[in-house]
């Protein structure tokens, strides 16, 4: 169980793009990890090892994302300074887990994963503040709605390092609100060659484009 704890945010945001494909022949014997290992490791690679394993290049979307952002602070503010109590009254269980204490949705379950539509605005499920247009959002094969830009300033960036790794988290600019992940450089035939990794529950869409304005 603890294995699994550890293992779960590494697969997570894989790039779908950088997975290699896997035959039986590729793998090899390997000789067993040191005792001194984290039990997690031993019990994934005790036996066997890619031998691709050095040239694989999805590790690199765990720790390379915008250079821009920003170290997390308690002294941050929002203009939307709700408590979590207010929150709670506002946002169901699942929303306020994603949004307020920076969960995220299991891949391929969510409600804008598959979302294809040709105009429309996707704004913040938290306090209504726009985000992304419809035309930002691509089909990256990661199990989470992406998007290749934002409108301006409308998300923030900040250095997120829990499980022992350096990404960049992004939030609603107006209160905060987790959204998810951005990556760069994964070779998306884009614009910006960036994947905004968002969470369905943070997002709620709208067709309506023309100056969406944020709700308390």
């Known amino acids: 169980m603890r294995s699994q704890l550890v293992i779960r945010p590494f697969i997570s945001f894989l790039s779908p793009r950088a997975l290699p494909v896997i035959k039986p022949a590729t793998f090899a014997p390997l000789r ?10 031993r019990s994934i690679f005790g036996s066997k090892l890619l031998k691709a394993a050095p040239t694989i290049p999805f590790f690199s979307a765990f720790f390379s994302s915008n250079a821009k952002a920003e170290e997390p602070s308690e002294s941050m503010s929002y203009p939307d300074q709700r408590s979590d109590d207010q929150w709670r009254t506002v946002l169901n269980p699942e929303q306020f887990r994603i949004l307020r204490q920076k969960g995220t949705e299991p891949p391929g379950t969510g409600e804008y994963d598959k979302h294809s539509p040709s105009q429309g605005m996707y704004n913040c499920a938290a306090c209504n503040a726009p985000l992304y247009k419809a035309n930002h959002k691509f089909k990256s094969g990661c199990g989470w709605p992406a998007y290749f830009d934002s409108i301006p300033g409308a998300v923030t ?33 884009t614009p910006t060659d960036e994947r905004h990794c968002v969470n369905s529950i943070s997002l709620r869409f709208t067709e309506d484009e023309q100056n969406p304005k944020a709700k308390a």
């Not at 040191?34 to 490791?41: F, G, H, M, N, V």
């Not at 900040?158 to 959204?179: P, Y």
């Open 157 to 189: 960036r900040h250095v997120d390092s829990t499980f022992g790794m350096k990404r960049t988290e992004i939030v609603c600019s107006n209160c905060g609100g987790h959204l998810g992940h951005v990556f760069e450089g994964e070779g998306y035939d």
């Open 32 to 41: 067993p990890l040191s005792s001194s290992a984290p039990k997690a490791l």
